[in-house]
Structures are given as structure tokens and as C-alpha cells.
């Protein structure tokens, strides 16, 4: 099968696992024929829901929107196997209810949230990993996923700590509202504190972000195998 077939079979799957979510929800991407290589990556925030905002170039929706695109495309360009699809693809306000209910209908492999840190003071830098403990999922059938979200964390850690050196704050649990189901391995990856001078300049450069994505892919793939 060529690749304008291959193509042309995500489209048209994903085409129709969208006409099982609620009209409201922005556009997803194809959803892979194989779904355990398929990933769900929730750029945070959207629309007039900003997240952290210090600066014109330092807002949260607007980084994770950036690194999430060109983290779909790094991975899907890099293995056939991977499709990836996105919470939303512009600048949309997309609710939590709709973002759990696309995992719900989609089922992905793994899902990254992706996050900007803020607060905790100036002096407060780095990245950090978090999972839904026990106490913050709503589902008892969800447990199932609890050992492979920390484990997706941890391929995560050790690929981001190639970008930020020293700079981890590991891997905690935490109750994230869009992980309180848990429909599959999921995990927050806050990556940065704009709230810190040197963090914000860090990730607000095309240089950074795009040694993010990378770090994120290999971590991402290396999960799946």
C-alpha cells in the first residue's frame, strides 16, 4: 500500500470516530487504524481560557498549541505506526468535559497533557511530570492505567532531562480534572515556569521548543515500544 492510500485511510477513519463525539468538540485529528499506536495530545487551555500569561509571547495556550502541532508531526513523520490527535488544533476554547470525552471515545495508547508552570515564586524552575494518584480518578476499571502513566512518565523524565538538565522536579501525583477518569496511560507534563525569567526565555525560543518536541517524540516512542 502506498503512502496516498495509507493517508487517505487515517482520513477517512478519522472521519467517522469523529461523528461519535459531540458536535461541540474542535476538530481532532485521525484517529490511527492500529489504536495502540495511537496517541492524544491535549494542548491546555484555549480560546479566552489563556493559562499563565506574563507577556504577549509568554502565554500558556499559546506554547502548548505550538509544541503540540509540531509534536504530531514529529511523530507521525518519524514512525507510519503513530497517529496522533489533538484536543484542539486552534485557538478554541474546548471544555474538559469535551477533552475526557474524546479520550473516552478514542482510547488512545497514551494521552500528554502539555502545560506551562506558574507560581511558587520566582526562584521556582524546571519541568515536572504528574499522574493521577489513586485519590484523584473517578473509575475503579481506571487502575488499570496507574503502573503505565508513571511509566510513561518516566520515559518522558529521562528525555526532557536531556533539554533541561538538573532541572526535573519529578514525577508526583497530582489531581489534574482532565486525567480524574483516566480512559488510558495518561500523564501532565507542566514544562516550564513562565513565572521564572530565565525558564520563560528558555521556552518561549523556537530553538527550545523544538528540542522539546523531539524530546517528547523519543520519549513518546520509546513508551510504545
Known amino acids: 500500500m502506498n503512502m496516498m492510500k495509507i493517508t487517505w485511510a487515517k482520513i477517512l477513519l478519522c472521519g467517522f470516530l469523529l461523528l461519535l463525539l459531540p458536535f461541540s468538540t474542535v476538530e481532532a485529528q485521525p ?24 507577556s504577549k509571547k509568554g502565554v500558556e495556550k499559546d506554547i502548548t498549541l505550538a509544541v503540540a502541532l509540531a509534536l504530531k ?14 484536543t484542539r488544533t486552534e485557538d478554541a476554547a474546548v471544555s474538559i468535559d469535551e477533552r475526557i470525552r474524546m479520550a473516552e ?9 502539555l502545560h506551562v508552570n506558574g507560581g511558587f515564586g520566582a526562584g521556582a524552575s524546571g519541568y515536572e511530570i504528574s499522574f493521577p494518584g489513586q485519590q484523584n480518578i473517578t473509575k475503579e476499571s481506571a487502575e488499570q492505567h496507574m503502573n503505565r ?11 526532557l532531562e536531556e533539554v533541561f538538565p538538573r532541572k526535573g ?3 508526583r501525583e497530582a489531581p489534574v480534572p482532565l486525567l480524574s477518569v483516566l480512559h488510558a496511560p495518561s500523564v501532565c507534563v507542566e514544562l516550564a515556569f513562565l513565572t521564572n ?29
Do not use: F, N, W
Open 31 to 54: 484517529a490511527a487504524a492500529d489504536s495502540s499506536c495511537m496517541v492524544l495530545i491535549d494542548p491546555a487551555h484555549g480560546g479566552s481560557d489563556t493559562g499563565v500569561k506574563v
Open 149 to 159: 502513566s508513571i511509566r510513561l512518565g518516566q520515559r518522558l523524565q529521562k528525555s
Open 73 to 86: 508531526k514529529q511523530l507521525e513523520e518519524s514512525d507510519r505506526k503513530i497517529t496522533v490527535c489533538l
Open 105 to 113: 471515545q478514542l482510547k488512545p495508547r497514551a494521552l500528554i497533557s
Open 169 to 171: 522536579r519529578g514525577i
Open 197 to 225: 525569567e530565565a525558564d520563560r526565555d528558555k521556552i518561549i525560543s523556537a530553538k527550545t521548543q523544538k528540542d522539546v518536541v523531539q524530546a517528547l517524540a523519543k520519549g513518546i516512542r520509546e513508551y510504545l515500544k
